[in-house]
């Protein structure tokens, strides 16, 4: 079974420009809640006084998910997370070769020490533990294997991996999921982020490679380009997958809605499932097909998640696409009417007709 960690309320407000009020990150954990994912990231409570706030508030809100804080492999970050009365911890330290030697002036070995000694640290305090080596995709396969096991052996629950700068492509992630599924007995996570657009491919790869638990955003906000989308992963599990979790679906739109108000940041119309333009169909063979059956020009059906489908007036229109115009607006047409109307359509260079510029047309 595959389970969801959504991270809108710490990988989110790593977009840039983007914070949220302790009272939106409530709301917004509420419909994450009611949606239906498995673990809640609250958030990386060392940042400041209203993280710390908003991840106690939320840890302390009695939902079914469980709720994960963000920590560095110190122990001041753990603490802190303790005193917010969370259920998980997500240590993260990157052990590739250039970050050990460049920027931690540690060798694998201590840095195994450090980490193990934070695992068992969180471990003794009662916190379920997931450890990520970041930047996971590029460091050595070897040195991911030594750290992750070590973890293991501390405590840790899940280990995470993480595509941090988005580089990878499906059948790298794929194998490297695969070879890892067999080196480490354990639950892993995958975090893919969105740098070439590859995000929710990746994380399908994992998937379909083995990987149990998969971090998502509502709008896929996060660092640069973003994560994985809540609403693409789950619609692609539950269509080309057949998952079958008690997700409520029906709830995407409003989230993606809420967030992208409390964000500041738009959702482009094209955007897959809960974009302006997801179920809006426009050439004149489309809208005829889709009067006759929605499926021939749809993944999957408006309703599912309560989508508004939708039929657009301009020059690639057909017929069918005035018809139902008109039907909408109570005008019995008549084939002078549609003949009028088609003129006017066809002739208008650039942009969407409007129901008045129609009318207006059959005068």
């Known amino acids: 079974m595959v389970e969801i960690l959504d991270s809108t309320l ?11 009020y302790v009272e939106e990150k409530i709301a917004i954990a509420n419909l994450l809640d009611g949606f239906g994912v498995d673990i809640i990231e609250a958030g990386h409570p060392m940042v400041s006084k209203d993280v710390f706030r908003g991840v106690k508030a939320i840890a302390n809100e009695g939902y079914n998910a469980e709720i994960l804080a963000h920590c560095r492999a110190v122990k001041e970050d753990i603490d802190m997370a303790v005193s917010c009365d969370v259920d998980w911890v997500g240590i993260f330290f990157c052990v590739s070769n250039p970050r050990l030697e460049r920027q931690f002036r540690l060798n694998l070995d201590k840095a195994v020490d450090l980490i193990t000694s ?42 995470s991996i993480a595509d941090t700068v988005g580089v990878a492509t499906p ?8 070879r890892l599924k067999s080196d480490l007995r354990v639950k892993l996570n995958v975090h893919c982020h969105n740098d070439l657009g590859l995000a ?41 997958y057949e998952v079958r979790r008690d997700w409520g679906l029906e709830w995407l739109p409003i989230l993606s809605q809420v967030v992208s108000e409390f964000s500041g940041v738009g959702v482009s119309p094209n955007t897959p499932v809960v974009g302006e333009n997801a179920f809006s169909h426009n050439a004149g063979l489309h809208v005829a097909a889709v009067i006759h059956d929605p499926k021939y020009y749809e993944a999957f059906p408006a309703e599912l998640v309560k989508g508004k489908r939708k039929f657009v007036l301009d020059k ?18 008549c084939d002078e009417d549609i003949t009028r109307a088609m003129r006017y ?7 969407i007709t409007s129901d008045m510029e129609l009318m207006n047309s059959l005068k």
């Not at 998937?207 to 619609?235: F, H």
């Not at 359509?345 to 942009?351: D, I, P, T």
């Open 10 to 20: 710490r990988e989110g407000e790593q977009t840039p420009g983007v914070t949220f």
């Open 118 to 159: 934070m695992v068992e640290y969180a471990k003794e305090h009662g916190l379920k533990v997931r450890y990520t080596p970041e930047d996971t995709v590029r460091t050595d396969y070897a040195s991911v294997v030594k750290v992750s096991k070590a973890a293991v052996d501390a405590g840790a629950d899940r280990i």
């Open 171 to 178: 059948q790298k992630m794929y194998d490297l999921v695969n």
């Open 200 to 240: 929710t491919a990746n994380a399908l790869a994992a998937y379909e490679a083995g990987v149990t638990m998969i971090d998502t955003s509502v709008n896929g906000l996060g660092e640069r380009a973003g994560i994985t989308s809540l609403a693409e992963l789950c619609l692609a599990l539950h269509c080309l």
């Open 316 to 333: 690639m229109a057909g017929t069918q696409t005035i018809k139902q115009k008109m039907g909408q607006m109570n005008h019995v047409a």
């Open 345 to 351: 359509v066809k002739s208008k260079e650039k942009g």
